[in-house]
Nanobody, 115 residues
């Protein structure tokens, strides 16, 4: 299983970005997929989570601004990020879990929000 994340970049505060995470296998096989992020000097944190039954959860810090979604036909996970803040600056990682292959991580994509 390989996950390829992209879509990061430099954006001004208040702007938007959409991250994508393409899987090398059918994402229907995953129990869940998620986006995490890690800012410099901080621990990696969960940003958003979507299960194979479409149960969704968000970190309190992104609720109302970020939306996680998946397109099973494209084997791709998305993270729509609106109203970005400088504190959203981090490397964003996608993650998947399947009980047969375990947890897999994408390579990360840098998001930088300028004030």
């Amino acid at each position: 299983v390989q996950l390829q994340a992209c879509g990061g970049g430099l954006v001004q505060a208040g702007g938007s970005l959409r991250l994508s995470c393409a899987a090398s296998v059918s994402i229907n096989s995953f129990n869940f997929m998620a986006w995490h992020r890690q800012a410099p000097g901080k621990q990696r944190e969960l940003v958003a989570f979507i299960s194979n039954t479409d149960s969704i959860n968000y970190a309190d810090s992104v609720k109302g601004r970020f939306t996680i979604a998946r397109d099973n036909s494209k084997n791709t996970l998305y993270l729509q990020m609106n109203s970005l803040k400088p504190e959203d600056t981090a490397v964003y990682y996608c993650n998947s879990y399947n009980p047969r292959v375990g947890s897999r991580w994408g390579q990360g994509t840098q998001v930088t929000v300028s004030s």
